[in-house]
C-alpha cells in the first residue's frame, strides 16, 4: 500500500520513536542503580508467576477497596493488548497490499469484531475514568494531572484513527470487515455515498499515518508519564516483599556509614522503583490513618516527592552537574510527614504495584534520631526512661515483677520447668489497665493447667517501640540482652498478650540474631489469640455464654501485619454474643493511633485517630469493643471517655472476655 519513499519515511520515523521509548527506560534504570543493593531475587519462579497473574489479571487493580474502577482497568488492559496486535497487523498492511494477520476468512472476521469490540470498551473505560477524575474529583487523586489528560487523549485518539482506517477500507475488504461492526457504522453512515473513490484511497492513506503516528506518539509519552506503571507495575510486583510488610531490617551498626536514609542513594533500589512504579491512585492516602485525621503526612506524596528528587537531584548526580545530595529531611520531607506514621501498614496493603512506604518513613527517622539527634522533644524522656529501667514509664526495673508475688506465679529462674514463658510486656506489668489482661491470661493458663513463668526483672522492653521511632541503637541493645536472657533460660516458646511484642520477636529477633550471631533463633513465638484458640479447639477450657454483643478491634500489629484474623473471631464466635464487625475491619482495619511509638508523642495537628476509630466501633452498636493489644485498649477507652460514651460501651481484651466466660 505504502510507495517506496513513504516505506523509507516510516523505518526512519519507526527507528527514532524505538529509540525515543529506549532513551528513558535507560535513564530510569540507571537512576534506580543509584540505590543500595537488596535482594529480592529468591524465589524466581514464583515472582515470574505472580507478576504475570497480577498483571494479565489485574489482581493489583481489582481489589475490595476499588472494585468498580478496577474492572474498568480490564477494559483499558485488554483493548492495549488487543491494539498491540492491530498496530503490528497495521504496520504490515501497510509494507505489503492486502496484508491481514489473520488471513480473510472466519478467523479475521472474528479478530476483526474482538477489536472493534475492545476499542468501544477502552472508549467506555476512558469516558468512565475521565468522567470519575474531572466531575467527581475524588480527593485522592492528583489535580491537574495534564498526563492523566493527555493519556485519555491519546487513547481516544489511537480508538478513533483506527475506527476511520477500518471504515475507508472496508470497500476494500469488504468480505473480511463484515463482523467490524463499529468500522461498518462508519462506513454506512459516513463515507458511504459521500466520498468518491479517489478520495477514499487518499484518506485511506492519510489515515495509515495518522493512526500509526498517534500510536508511535502514544509509544513515546508512556515511559515519560506516570503511565509507566505499564511497565513497572509487573515488575515491582515481582519483586515484592513476601515476608510480613513491617518487618524492619536490622542495620549493622558496627559496619555501616550511614544510620538509615539521610540522602536519595540511601534508599534502596527497589525503594526508587517504587517512585517510577506508582499509579498516583491515592489508594494508599485514603487508607491512611494520618491522612484521614489530616495530618500533613500522605503516603503518596512520599512516592511522589521521591520520585521528583530522583528526576531532579538523581539526573544532576548522573550528570555530574552536583557532586552532593541535599538530605531529605526538610528539603523534600518534613517533621510532620515522618513522625505522624503509625507504622500500621494500611498503605502497603492497598497499593495495586506493591510500593512499600513503611521502610522509607522508619529509614528517615532512623537518620534523625541516630545521625542527627533530632526527634520529638517528647521522646526524650521516653528514650532515657527506656535506657536507664527498661520501660517506657522509667518506673525502677528491679519492680517489673513485683504484681506476680500476690499471685506466686515464680520466676523462670526459681521454676526452669515451664512449657511456655510468659512475656508479661512493659504495659502488663506496669499499666494498671493493662495488668488486667495480665491476670486475665494468667487464669485462662491455670485453667487450662499449662505451666509458665515469667521473667520477672529479668524482663526488658522487646524494643519494638524505640525501633519504630527510629532508635535503632536502643532496640538492638534491648533486643540483645532479651535474646541472652532466653539463651540462658534455654527458653522454647513464648507466650506474648502484646502484638508488638508478638511482631518483634517472632520476625526481628531472628534477623538480629543472625546479625549478630547470637545464635540460630529455634524460639517458638505465640500471641494469646493464637494461644487460647488452641485451648478452645482441644477443648482445655470450656466457655460460658455471654449475651453481650460485641465488636472487634483488629490490632495493626496483629492482622495487617502478621495476618491474624481468624483466631480472635473464632474466639469471639465460641463466646456466642452477637459479633458485629466494624466498617473497617480484618486486612483494612483502621489504626487506632498508638502505633509506630505515636502513643508516646503528642498528637497536635488535626483530628485524633482514636476517636475516628472508636466513633466507627460506636457506630457498630455493639455493647463491647474487643481488642487484642494493651495499647488499641488504652487509645479506644481514652476514645470512648472523650466522647463520653464510656458508660454505654466497654472495651475489654479478648483475654479478659474468655477469662469471664470461664
Ligand atoms: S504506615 Fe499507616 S500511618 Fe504510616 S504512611 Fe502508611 S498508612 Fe499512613
Ligand atoms: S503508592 Fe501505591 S497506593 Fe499510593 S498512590 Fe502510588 S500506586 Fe497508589
Known sequence: MLSISEIIIFIFVLTLTAYGVFKPFKLKYKLIRLGKPENRYDRPLKRIKDAISSFLLLKCSVKRERIFTGFMHFFILY????????????????????????????????????????????????????????????????????????????????ISTFLFYEAFTINVFSENSKWAFAGNLLWNYLIKNKLDIQNIKILIHVFWWFHILTVFGFALYIPRS?????????????????????????????????????????????????????????????????????????????????????????IALLNQEIKELKPLMNNIYSDDEIWTCTSCGACMQVCPVENEHLPKIIGLRQSQVLMEGKFPSELNQFFRNIETNSNPWGIGFSTRGDWAKDYKIKTVAENPNI????????????????????????????????????????EKCCGDQARRLGNEYLFQTLAQENIETFKKYNIKKILVTCPHGYHTFKNEYPLLSKLLNIGEWDIEVVHHTEF????????????????????????????????IFKQPRLILNALNGEFIEMKNCGSHSFCCGAGGGLMWTEEKIGKRINHIR?????????????????????????????????NECKVKDIAELVAECL
Request: net charge positive.
Open 419 to 458: 512449657d511456655v514463658l510468659l512475656w508479661v510486656g512493659c504495659a502488663g506489668s506496669f499499666d494498671e489497665r493493662a495488668k488486667k489482661i495480665t491476670f486475665s491470661v494468667i487464669k485462662i493458663l491455670n485453667t487450662a493447667g499449662i505451666s509458665f513463668g515469667i521473667l520477672g526483672k529479668e
Open 614 to 646: 472508636t466513633e466507627e466501633a460506636i457506630n457498630t452498636g455493639a455493647e463491647l469493643i474487643s481488642t487484642a493489644c494493651p495499647f488499641c485498649l488504652t487509645m479506644l477507652e481514652d476514645g470512648l471517655k472523650e466522647k463520653n460514651k464510656d
Open 79 to 158: 483493548g492495549f493488548l488487543v491494539f498491540l496486535t492491530v498496530t503490528i497487523n497495521h504496520i504490515l498492511s501497510g509494507l505489503k497490499n492486502n496484508f491481514s494477520l489473520f488471513g480473510h476468512g472466519i478467523v479475521n472476521s472474528i479478530y476483526s469484531f474482538a477489536v472493534d469490540l475492545f476499542a468501544i470498551l477502552v472508549l467506555i473505560g476512558v469516558v468512565y475514568f475521565m468522567i470519575r477524575r474531572y466531575i467527581f474529583k475524588p480527593k485522592s487523586l492528583t489535580y491537574p494531572s495534564p498526563e492523566s489528560a493527555i493519556i485519555y487523549l491519546f487513547l481516544f485518539m489511537v
Open 532 to 563: 487460647i484458640f488452641d485451648l478452645i479447639r482441644e477443648g482445655k477450657i470450656k466457655l460460658k455464654r455471654t449475651e453481650r454483643s460485641i465488636t472487634y478491634h483488629d490490632p495493626c500489629y496483629l492482622g495487617r501485619h502478621n495476618s
Open 226 to 314: 506516570k503511565h509507566l506503571h505499564i511497565v513497572f507495575g509487573p515488575i515491582n510486583i515481582g519483586f515484592k516483599n513476601y515476608n510480613p510488610k513491617g518487618i524492619l531490617k536490622p542495620i549493622d551498626i558496627e559496619r555501616a556509614d550511614v544510620f538509615g536514609i539521610e540522602k536519595l542513594t540511601d534508599f534502596t533500589w527497589k525503594d526508587l522503583m517504587d517512585a517510577f512504579t506508582c499509579v498516583e491512585c491515592g489508594r494508599c492516602q485514603d487508607y491512611c490513618p494520618a491522612s484521614r485525621s489530616e495530618k500533613p503526612l500522605s503516603p503518596k506524596e512520599i512516592i511522589l516527592n521521591l520520585k521528583k528528587t530522583l528526576l531532579n537531584d538523581g
